[in-house]
């Protein structure tokens, strides 16, 4: 099986500098290069992890029974905008949460238009 990927290795290389040209593919090697540099110095300057920034926060809403509680993904983009909003997220689904913000992004909007 590994002998049927070789021939195809090479017709793509070949392909490659066809389709590039063999001043582009250096090019190409280099750029690659620098952003995996830039992404494994970000990676470890940030200890691999985001810090400071609460991932999720345990709320029991007023409607749900005192055993229960909800648990709110603040690293969802959405939630995230919502939040930034000014929109109230305890207790809403994501969905729930998605159309309030569209909601309030064109009624934004619309004020901003006029």
Sequence with gaps: MVGLYDPLLWLGIIALILILGPT???QLARATAEAVREWRRAFEEGGGRQQNIPQTQQIQPASYAQSQTVEIDYSH???AAAVREGID???????QIAEELAKKLREKSSRQSI
């Design 24 to 26: 582009k593919l250096p």
């Design 77 to 79: 983009p959405i939630v």
């Design 89 to 95: 997220v305890r207790g809403k689904t994501l969905d």
